[in-house]
Structures are given as C-alpha cells and as structure tokens.
C-alpha cells in the first residue's frame, strides 16, 4: 500500500486559513489523492480529491505538487467547526477494491 | 433520508459471546466496507463487498465474519475468536467502479466488551 506522512498535530486561529501538509513519495500514476475528515466520535467524511491539478470545492482547496509526491489541503478561513482529524489517502486500487488506507491523520485544534 | 444506518451506537457484551453490529444503506450503492478504529488510531480495514452475495477479507479480518445477501445490508459478526474486540466500528459505502469515488461513512458502533 502507497503511504502517506503527515503531521500528528496542528494548531490554527479562527478565521484564518489552514494549510495540511502531506507526503506520498511512492505514489503511483493511477493513484487519486483523497482527503477525509473526522470529527470526534464520529465516522469520516470526504472531504476533496485529486489525481493531478488543484482541486476546489466548497469545502477546501487541494494543492498538488508538480511531481505529485505531496500535496497540502488548504481550509481558507478555519472554524471552530473544522477542528477535527484529518487524513490524507492514496486510493489503493488493487484488485478492483478501492479499500482506503489510513494513517493516524493530523489533529488539527482551532483557538477561538 | 439517504444515509448509512449503524446500530446500536454502543454496544456490550461479555467476553466469549458472539455479537452482530448492523449496517444498512439506502444509497443504492454497491460496494460496502466494514472498518475498525482503535483509541488515537486510523481506521483499518476488516471486511469489504463490492456485490451481493460476494465479500473479501481486509487487513484485519480474523475473528470476524460477514455476509451480504442483500444490497442494503451488510452485518459484521465479532465472533469469540476475536482477541481483542473492544474498538469503535464503521461501516461505509461507495460506488464499486472508478478509483475517484469517494466513501461514505455511517456513525458508528462502539462496542465494549468486558
């Protein structure tokens, strides 16, 4: 399985923007990167995807490296809300499964 | 409502018994997977089924069992010969087909064992 490496923790203020590192050296050609979030006690929830160009939802916005070995999720303006843990993914798509592999994530906390 | 239904939100039961977290989904979609997260830990893959009456073992899938005879439905038996089977459980589901389909995750089962 492709991994992933992102920091355990991050801290960010209300209202200003988020940026989430993550390092995916041994990524393949086919894999998509996939960003999920979750909250405390609760299941995750897909937050954005991409395989080459930057990506933007209402959400976040995804930023790919050129030689696609990293990429970085932006919250634009963070809420008390967006704290939660975070967990960049590689779709592993061998044999057809699209199983998702995850890491420990980042914790991300958000001051008031 | 459209969603993934997990119950019941927590669960116990005493060591040696077999017990069956439910999932069912009304998202028509076909493929299903059946999670486990352990205290400060990511989630890891126990059981997974991309159609009826087919199912696959995951990372993890020793001392469980599952089956998938209807669409909607995919119960995750934790059965005795689980060692260690005190975690926070998760279902979810996704389009089988296309590597940029996103998953969809249920609430979740927290189940203690004591």
């Known amino acids: 399985d492709a991994k992933t490496t992102q920091p355990n923790s991050m801290e960010s203020n209300e209202e200003e923007p988020v940026h989430l590192p993550c390092n995916h050296s041994?990524?393949?050609?086919?894999?998509?990167i996939h960003w999920y979030r979750q909250l405390p006690s609760q299941g995750p929830e897909y937050v954005i995807h991409?395989?080459?160009s930057n990506v933007n939802n209402r959400m976040a916005s995804l930023a790919i490296a050129e030689d696609r070995k990293s990429s970085t999720l932006i919250l634009h303006r963070a809420t008390l809300r967006d704290a939660a843990v975070y967990y960049c993914?590689?779709?592993?798509?061998?044999?057809?499964?699209?199983?998702?592999?995850f890491g420990k994530g980042t914790k991300l906390t958000v001051n008031p | 409502d459209g969603g993934i239904t997990q119950s019941p939100k927590y669960l116990f039961r005493k060591e040696g018994q077999n017990v069956t977290l439910s999932c069912e989904q009304n998202?028509?979609?076909?493929?299903m997977y059946w999670y486990r997260q352990d205290p400060g830990q990511g989630l890891r893959l126990i059981y997974y089924?991309?159609?009826?009456?087919?199912?696959q073992k995951g990372d993890i899938a020793e001392g469980y069992s599952v089956s998938r005879e209807k669409k909607e439905s995919f119960p995750l038996t934790v059965t005795s010969a689980q060692k260690n089977p005190t975690a926070f459980y998760l279902c979810?589901?996704?389009?089988?087909?296309?590597?940029?389909?996103?998953?969809?995750f249920g609430p979740g089962t927290r189940l203690t064992v004591l």
């Open positions: 993914i590689l779709r592993d798509r061998e044999g057809g499964s699209e199983k998702l592999v």
């Open positions: 041994t990524i393949s050609g086919t894999d998509y």
């Open positions: 979810a589901t996704g389009l089988s087909s296309g590597g940029p389909n996103e998953q969809f």
């Open positions: 998202l028509n979609h076909d493929a």
């Open positions: 991409g395989l080459t």
């Open positions: 089924s991309q159609i009826v009456n087919d199912f």
